[in-house]
């Protein structure tokens, strides 16, 4: 039998209550049969540089990352050569302690591009994203890289949104990205794909991003948000007959791939979508 201390893991974040990943990353420890918690680490801003320093004396092996430090969090990591991309998109989600080094990752690339793909065919598609921060730059990434037509981008701070179509245009020279001063001038009766990167709609008193009268039943609209399952946003889509889909399977396929590079172990997907569903209500 194993007496070691478990390895701890978690996801950082502020806040983080909601989150669900514990639910399936500790029942793939279980699966496993590896000697691990997961746990939540709801660190304020001021004492992030704190947290990451003690990190090692409380045996924290791996983290996930989430709003609002997917960018900050990278001053406290390597970032691996075959990453080369994650130095211009300048946001991480995942964090691995190999060999006294913390290195970064960005699963939200992958996860998201899995769920996407399962839902749409991407190519030649016009999409607008609302919000441009750490998770933002993840969809940004990977709608230029699945050849998406253009993208319309949108935040209430421009600055940010500005940055965001920079480092597209970085990556892919020549691509077509437009930063949009706020969501009514984004001429979504000429969108395919709308995706809402911000945490507006996680509380109920939170308002519709958008105006019922500007979804139309071609647009695909997709929120990152799973909790709750349904928000306004996707509500209202569905009423106007668009497809639509939230983030719980990215959540799923993202936490897959930070847990292949905390343990090396192929995941049990099955069993982490078993858990994330009873985690929503929907065993």
């Given amino acids: 039998m194993d007496t070691k201390s ?8 502020f806040p983080v209550k909601h989150s669900l990943s514990p639910l399936m990353q500790n029942a793939a420890f279980k699966a496993l ?3 691990a918690t997961y746990k939540l680490f709801e660190v304020a801003a001021g004492d992030l540089e704190e947290f990451f320093y003690s990190l090692e004396k409380n045996n924290i092996r791996g983290l996930n990352i989430t709003i609002p430090y997917k960018e900050r969090a990278l001053q406290f990591v390597k970032l691996p050569a075959e990453s080369n991309h994650l130095f211009k998109v300048k946001a991480i989600n995942t964090a691995v302690f190999a060999g006294g080094v913390w290195y970064g990752f960005n699963t939200d ?6 769920h996407l793909k399962e839902n749409i065919d991407p190519v030649a598609k016009r999409a607008a994203i609302i919000g441009a921060g750490g998770a933002a730059r993840a969809v940004s990434y990977v709608l230029a890289n699945e050849k ?4 319309a981008i949108c935040d209430v701070d421009a600055s940010k949104a500005r940055l965001i179509a920079g480092m597209v245009s970085d990556i892919f020279p020549g691509f077509p990205i437009y930063p949009v001063s706020d969501v009514e001038a984004l001429d979504i009766a000429q969108k395919d794909i709308l995706i809402n990167a911000t945490p507006c709609g996680m ?6 991003l958008v105006p019922e009268s500007k979804f139309h039943k071609n647009l695909f609209v997709y929120d990152l948000i799973y909790t709750p399952v349904e928000t306004k946003l996707l509500a209202r889509a569905k009423a106007r007959g668009c497809k639509t889909a939230n983030g719980l399977k990215m959540l799923l396929y993202q936490g897959a791939g930070s847990f292949e590079h905390w343990t090396g172990e192929k995941p049990p997907e099955d069993i982490m979508w078993k858990a994330l569903k009873e985690g929503v209500g929907q065993a």
Avoid: H
């Avoid at 478990?6 to 974040?13: D, E, F, K, N, S």
């Avoid at 690339?109 to 899995?114: H, K, M, P």
């Avoid at 509380?203 to 519709?208: G, T």
């Fill in 203 to 208: 509380k109920p008193a939170d308002p519709c």
């Fill in 148 to 151: 998406v037509r253009d993208i």
């Fill in 33 to 35: 049969g590896i000697n």
């Fill in 109 to 114: 690339i992958t996860g998201f591009a899995r």
């Fill in 6 to 13: 478990p390895a701890v893991y978690g996801v950082l974040g």
